[in-house]
DNA sequence: ACTTATTAGTTAGCTAGCTAATTAGTTTGC
DNA sequence: GCAAACTAATTAGCTAGCTAACTAATAAGT
């Protein structure tokens, strides 16, 4: 996602508001503030995993595959989990497996699917990114007091559930 | 940006806790969902966007043209003030000019350089998107109270400020 | 003035997303 | 029991991001 550098300020906010007099400023500003935080936080995330050769795609594949019992699941299966079509399932199972952090099992039953399976490797990755991530998920998040933190959650669950004004 | 769909259930997050104990799960849970919901709502302005045949990035390139007194500016201070490569800003000023959206202009003093000028259909392509755009944000961020919208903002500011500890 | 450093833009090759089309295997329905 | 429908995974070709390397032009230093 694209993150706009440079936020629109008073000027340019009337010159727009000139044009298209129907925009509420405020409205505007704090949308794109939104949009902004949670891309720059993505990017931050994305650096932190970059530095043990993951990157998010791939890293949540790894934590799907763990959170199963048998350490196992299909790809598409994985590609509805993680909110991601089939085809980039495919892709992001590709990389995994080239690095030896997953194994491609067919299925015996059934000769269509395949069985993605976390390989020791993948384990001993996730053992050495998880507990570093957890930590500064922690330490990232108690700049806000729980009062503060529920209430972020509340603002962003309301406009989560908005979010069809927009189709 | 991928979004985890699934978020995870307390069962699942006993196993992590349980393999990492220093998890605290609380903390990962707020922050998962705020990417989710930035990602979310990065998604819902795409697809509005995509009804008119842009997307976010073409889309950003055109309101910082228009944001110029002149309605030019160069592809390096697009790419800044957009907040991505110039490499990446080549391939966006490419698929507007091949839509006739902007024109390549060489400056005759600095022949290293070349001005990216909104055309009369790029401006059009503007007054047609930004109206409705306004019209959605608004509606969007309405059901949010003053109060509440201050409050998001503060904590975004809190946590983009903090987020370094990634680092 | 001429070498060196810097700046501007592009190109190449990577990741990661998408849709649409394809291939292969399984189910269903008559 | 075979054709049609469906399901699973992949492939192809697109957008959009990145870094690194390259070309060309200008600026700076001696």
């Given at each position: 996602?694209?993150?706009?550098?440079?936020?629109?300020?008073?000027?340019?906010?009337?010159?727009?508001?000139?044009?298209?007099?129907?925009?509420?400023?405020?409205?505007?500003l704090h949308f794109l503030?939104?949009?902004?935080?949670?891309?720059?936080?993505?990017?931050?995330?994305?650096?932190?995993?970059?530095?043990?050769g993951l990157l998010q795609g791939r890293w949540w594949v790894l934590i799907l595959l763990m959170r199963e019992q048998d350490l196992m699941s299909t790809p598409?299966?994985?590609a509805?989990?993680?909110?991601?079509?089939?085809a980039t399932m495919t892709g992001l199972i590709d990389g995994l497996d080239k690095e030896g952090l997953i194994m491609r099992v067919t299925d015996v039953n059934d000769r269509r699917k395949l069985q993605i399976k976390l390989t020791s490797t993948g384990q001993a990755k996730l053992d050495e990114v998880m507990p570093e991530y957890y930590r500064r998920v922690s330490e990232?998040?108690?700049?806000?007091?729980?009062?503060?933190?529920?209430?972020?959650?509340?603002?962003?669950?309301?406009?989560?559930n908005n979010s069809d004004v927009f189709k």
């Amino acid at each position: 996602m694209l993150q706009l550098q440079d936020l629109p300020d008073t000027k340019i906010l009337n010159k727009f508001a000139h044009r298209y007099p129907d925009a509420n400023i405020e409205h505007v500003l704090h949308f794109l503030t939104l949009l902004r935080v949670g891309s720059d936080l993505s990017d931050v995330l994305d650096r932190f995993l970059t530095g043990y050769g993951l990157l998010q795609g791939r890293w949540w594949v790894l934590i799907l595959l763990m959170r199963e019992q048998d350490l196992m699941s299909t790809p598409s299966s994985l590609a509805e989990k993680a909110g991601v079509s089939r085809a980039t399932m495919t892709g992001l199972i590709d990389g995994l497996d080239k690095e030896g952090l997953i194994m491609r099992v067919t299925d015996v039953n059934d000769r269509r699917k395949l069985q993605i399976k976390l390989t020791s490797t993948g384990q001993a990755k996730l053992d050495e990114v998880m507990p570093e991530y957890y930590r500064r998920v922690s330490e990232l998040m108690s700049v806000l007091s729980s009062e503060q933190s529920e209430s972020l959650i509340s603002s962003l669950t309301k406009l989560q559930n908005n979010s069809d004004v927009f189709k």
